[in-house]
């Protein structure tokens, strides 16, 4: 079982920034790909970023040269590192866990508003 706990939304100006974090319970974090994705409203929800066991990292389009996602394994936790923030980025920002054990197992946490006015 694992169990995610999302911090570090927020209301920012377009232009500023915000980091994003995601504590995970459970012993299978370091082997979980982790993965940040958001939900604006009327919409459906899309991969933002995520990182492999080895940080190999994946991030959408949309955001890339903008948000960085990193883990630290000691502390359980993944990061979303968002610079350059823009309106269109204002959503509801969950973090995933996924990983292999026997069949694939996928945590979802609660969510965390991000809100990024002009």
């Known amino acids: 079982q694992v169990q995610l706990v999302e911090s570090g939304g927020g209301l920012v100006q377009a232009g500023g920034s915000l980091r994003l974090s995601c504590a995970a319970s459970g012993r299978f974090f370091s082997i979980s790909v982790m993965g940040w994705y958001r939900q604006a409203p009327g919409k459906q929800r899309e991969l933002v970023a995520a990182?492999?066991?080895?940080?190999?990292?994946n991030y959408a389009d949309s955001v890339k040269g903008r948000f960085t996602v990193s883990r630290d394994n000691a502390k359980n936790t993944v990061y979303l590192q968002m610079n350059s923030l823009k309106p269109e980025d204002t959503a509801v920002y969950y973090c995933?866990?996924?990983?292999?054990?026997?069949?694939?197992?996928?945590?979802w946490g609660q969510g965390t508003q991000v809100t990024v006015s002009s």
């Open positions: 990182i492999g066991s080895s940080s190999s990292t």
């Open positions: 995933n866990a996924r990983y292999y054990s026997g069949s694939f197992m996928d945590y």
